[in-house]
T-cell receptor, first 111, second 112 residues
Framework: NAGVTQTPKFQVLKTGQSMTLQCAQD?????MYWYRQDPGMGLRLIYY???????DKGEVPNGYNVSRLNKREFSLRLESAAPSQTSVYFC??????????FGSGTRLTVV | QKEVEQDPGPLSVPEGAIVSLNCTYS??????FMWYRQYSRKGPELLMY????GNKEDGRFTAQVDKSSKYISLFIRDSQPSDSATYLC????????????FGKGTLLTVNP
């Protein structure tokens, strides 16, 4: 099925561990985004990539890094996980015309 | 003042009711307005997409934009239990500004 695929769907980390969230889209979209969603806070933009080869900080980038590996893939890395990074993470892609297409999310718990 | 304000609810209505969901915004440059629906434990999905002022209808859903008041609405007619979800408004100014600004979402429950 066409769309945005995120892996893993669930993850539990210990404080200080690192991990990479993977995202891939097969719609030939130029732009890709990483959001976190927390109760009462809505969707907050972490990083985005307007096109292959570019990345920029969003609203809450601290503690995260990203890599736009190619046009299809955009990964999010937590170098040293903290309990404050417990959240649901969504990847999205866009062609500027038809809004965003979101993945199904990664539920991350940091203990 | 936040750029986009949305009442988080929760909103609970009986099946068949007309539902009105609203957002206000402060940035007069916004031209593209969207509504996303998010079911529990799922990603948001695009429901309606409108440009500038006016109404757009799609089945039981009507999106309305009033740029003079900086106010957008989503109406759901003959609401169904399957409409129970969180509804998020989103908007941007278009052109090279591809980033969306989201409201925090309104949780809607339609009771059978």
């Amino acid at each position: 099925n066409a769309g945005v695929t995120q892996t893993p769907k669930f993850q539990v980390l210990k404080t200080g561990q690192s991990m990479t969230l993977q995202c891939a889209q097969d719609m030939n979209h130029n732009s890709m985004y990483w959001y976190r969603q927390d109760p009462g806070m809505g969707l907050r933009l972490i990083y985005y990539s307007a096109s292959e080869g570019t990345t920029d900080k969003g609203e809450v980038p601290n503690g995260y890094n990203v890599s736009r590996l190619n046009k299809r893939e955009f990964s999010l890395r937590l170098e040293s996980a903290a309990p404050s990074q417990t959240s649901v993470y969504f990847c999205a892609s866009s062609d500027y015309v038809n809004g965003y297409t979101f993945g199904s999310g990664t539920r991350l718990t940091v203990v | 003042q936040k750029e986009v304000e949305q009442d988080p609810g929760p909103l609970s209505v009986p099946e068949g009711a007309i539902v009105s969901l609203n957002c206000t915004y402060s940035n007069s440059a916004f031209q593209y307005f969207m509504w996303y629906r998010q079911y529990s434990r799922k990603g948001p999905e695009l429901l309606m997409y409108t440009y500038s002022s006016g109404n757009k209808e799609d089945g039981r859903f009507t999106a309305q934009v009033d740029k003079s008041s900086k106010y957008i609405s989503l109406f759901i007619r003959d609401s169904q239990p399957s409409d129970s979800a969180t509804y998020l408004c989103a908007m941007n100014s278009g052109g090279s500004n591809y980033k969306l600004t989201f409201g925090k979402g309104t949780l809607l429950t339609v009771n059978p």
